[in-house]
């Protein structure tokens, strides 16, 4: 069974930070893919964050410059650090991996609520 649990939503202002946390059942450190999602309400899910084993990062327009997708992989877990949050971020994030760039996606889990409003 593959198991990825997302933490850290939260309800905060405009302008405000959050990390995301995402602990992986096992090792990351030979992932091929790590990335965070996000599903804003009525709306479909979409990739917001990757990080690859190469060490390689790519964000979604809309977040870079203010989101920063790191890897703890003594501890299994991918973070996503969200600063100067915008109304237009809340949506629920979701993690998820792949093994080798040919590989589908794992199973999609819960994800985690974060809303930025005043």
């Known amino acids: 069974q593959v198991r990825l649990v997302e933490s850290g939503g939260d309800v905060v202002q405009p302008g405000g930070s959050l990390r995301l946390s995402c602990v992986a059942s096992?090792?990351?450190?030979?992932?091929?893919?790590i990335g965070w999602y996000r599903q804003p309400p009525g709306k479909e899910r979409e990739l917001v964050a990757s990080?690859?084993?190469?060490?390689?990062?790519l964000y979604k327009a809309a977040v870079k410059g203010r989101f920063s997708i790191t890897r703890a992989n003594d501890k299994n877990t991918v973070y996503l650090q969200m600063n100067s949050l915008k109304p237009e971020d809340t949506a629920v994030y979701f993690c998820?991996?792949?093994?080798?760039?040919?590989?589908?996606?794992?199973?999609w889990g819960q994800g985690t609520q974060v809303t930025v409003s005043s």
């Open positions: 998820n991996r792949k093994l080798t760039d040919g590989a589908r996606l794992d199973s």
């Open positions: 096992g090792n990351i450190d030979s992932v091929y893919f």
């Open positions: 990080s690859f084993r190469s060490g390689g990062t």
